[in-house]
């Protein structure tokens, strides 16, 4: 029986550290140790071989950023009884069970969730950010777990990256609708068959560079000579390293999407959106025109601090000041975080205008343009800009 185990069985240990501020990877696959001794003091966690999937790969990927879980080894096999003997199994099994580090959700009746709001079925990757987010989170920004920004980053790392991160089981309806904010689709939603919202119509294009694109490619070849349980195992530690790399923000694979950002970025940038959301008044006794104080990434927080705040109405217009040239810039809000239309655009008679034909038509000094789709304009001062605004939202 030892011997038909073995024969199922391949295993390799996860060669990164956690240092303070960084993510160390060695990602020198052809060094990699395989092994299939079972007396080994590190903890072993399983999930199946054959085809990969971002879900799993991102799933030991974070496991093995716990304490219980560090240096842990890999063990890739659909065995039940090898499964049986590991201290951890993502993404097959057939077992959701937190207390003995149990995280499939293919089996029937399976309908976990985050909570706190989200609704959308959690994959692998979902159930072990669920019981093992806050430590991961914690240790990553080094606070204790019990800290305010942990909990608040927990929630908005979950929505922008490990919610929204696209995935490679997706069926060709799937696929189709395969872009959330033009780039990313669910992962949790996608490995459960979720549709992001109901459509029968094609995307006007397709997205096929996002990383379930990419971590997909990365399994071997069918017409690859090597089809070894060892070569697919490197193949699936790539996976690992790609997918970790982008959660960690390593390398900046991905714009917005991951824990350092959200810690060293957007919970700063949350603070000084919600500082300017508070003193709309001063600027505008309408209250839906916003001065951006401090130059940030204003539109991931508008719309959750719009309900959270209880704003209403709602913004219209954000005036902020273009660092690269000194000049003031007055944007529409969009319809929501996924839309390209505004709210409410610049007037129609100024769109595709520019210097004084645009102060003229506009009857506003100092104008620099208006784009053709109305959802930006610029003029050299403040004064201006908020002209153009006050022009607009009265228009």
Known sequence: MAASLLRFRTSFTLPFSLIPNSIAINSTVSRLAFSTASASPRKRVGTHNGTFHCDEALGCFMISLTSNFHGAQIIRTRN???????????DVGGVYDPRRDRFDHHQKGFDEVLGNGFT???????LVYKHYGIEIIAK???LDEGHPDVHCLLSAVYKNFVEVLPISKVVLLLYRTSFHCAIYQAVDAIDNGINQYETDQLPRYVKNTTLSSRISRL???WYDNDQSPEKEDQAFHRAMNLAGNEFMDVRFLIFNKCIYFHAKSWLPARSV?????????SIDSSGEIMLLT???PW???IFDL????????VLKYVIYQDERNNKWRVQAVALSPDKFESRKALPSNWRGLTDDNLSEVSGISGCVFVHSSGFIGGNETYEGALAMARASFYA
């Open 219 to 221: 399994n071997l070849n």
């Open 140 to 142: 990553a920004i080094q």
């Open 294 to 296: 401090t130059s940030c």
């Open 299 to 301: 539109k991931l927080h």
């Open 120 to 126: 959308t079925k959690l994959s692998s990757a979902g």
């Open 306 to 313: 719009e309900v959270e705040m209880k704003i209403d109405p």
């Open 80 to 90: 039940l009884e090898v499964l049986d003997s590991l201290d951890a199994v993502l």
């Open 273 to 281: 959106v919600m500082e300017c959301l508070a003193s709309r008044k």
